[in-house]
């Protein structure tokens, strides 16, 4: 039986040319939302499940408007809080395209707490989210290829790539104990 959720209707979607690159400003996004109680652990901070929720959210953006595609998480990395949120603040996730293989994407996330009653601006936390481009068979695609504008933000994929391949490896060998 197939879900009710597979028949609501969506925009259509034009996928992005794979032989055109795009940059990183092309698809950076920011999203801010103010929290709120229901937002709230027990302890009166925001929820870190909440704050998970938005970074998925948020970096889904950036790698939907790369590829014109929808988009499934295929990994979140290192994702560490290093400061709470509280209800009241607003909490900024900056999210941009780190590095594009061929169906993979990895978006870099920040996220910031600003509080209104005082202006202070915290780093929450920061992590990289990958995400894989569906075709209309809900099958891995390619995806357009990310093209560096700045020394910092080739450096920056330089970067990714090494993480990348370091994950990759680690996969591997993990593959390799458990068979």
């Known amino acids: 039986m197939q879900s009710p959720f ?16 795009k940059t ?15 937002d709230s652990n027990s302890h009166g901070n925001v929820h870190g499940g909440v704050i998970m929720r938005m970074v998925d959210e948020s970096a889904a953006i950036v790698a939907i408007k790369h590829s014109r ?4 998480t295929k990994r979140i990395d290192q994702f560490t809080f290093i400061a709470p949120a509280y209800i009241g603040d607003v909490v900024h ?8 293989g061929r169906t993979s994407m990895e978006v870099g996330v920040e996220v910031l707490a600003e509080s ?10 920061s992590s990289q989210v990958v995400f894989v481009a569906l ?4 099958r891995p695609t390619p995806v357009p290829p990310l093209k ?5 933000e080739q450096n920056q994929i330089q970067k990714a790539r090494a993480r990348r391949e ?7 060998e993990l593959e390799t104990e458990f068979h």
């Open 135 to 138: 075709d209309e068979n809900r």
């Open 6 to 21: 597979w028949n609501v209707q969506q925009a259509p979607v034009v996928p992005a040319d794979i032989n055109v690159p």
């Open 166 to 172: 370091r994950i990759l490896q680690i996969e591997q």
């Open 69 to 72: 595609r929808p988009v499934v």
């Open 148 to 152: 560096a504008t700045t020394p910092e």
């Open 93 to 100: 996730i900056h999210c941009r395209m780190n590095y594009v």
């Open 24 to 38: 990183i400003p092309e698809t950076a996004s920011v999203t801010s939302r103010l929290m709120e109680v229901l």
């Open 116 to 125: 209104l009653g005082t202006g202070e601006i915290r780093q929450i936390c």
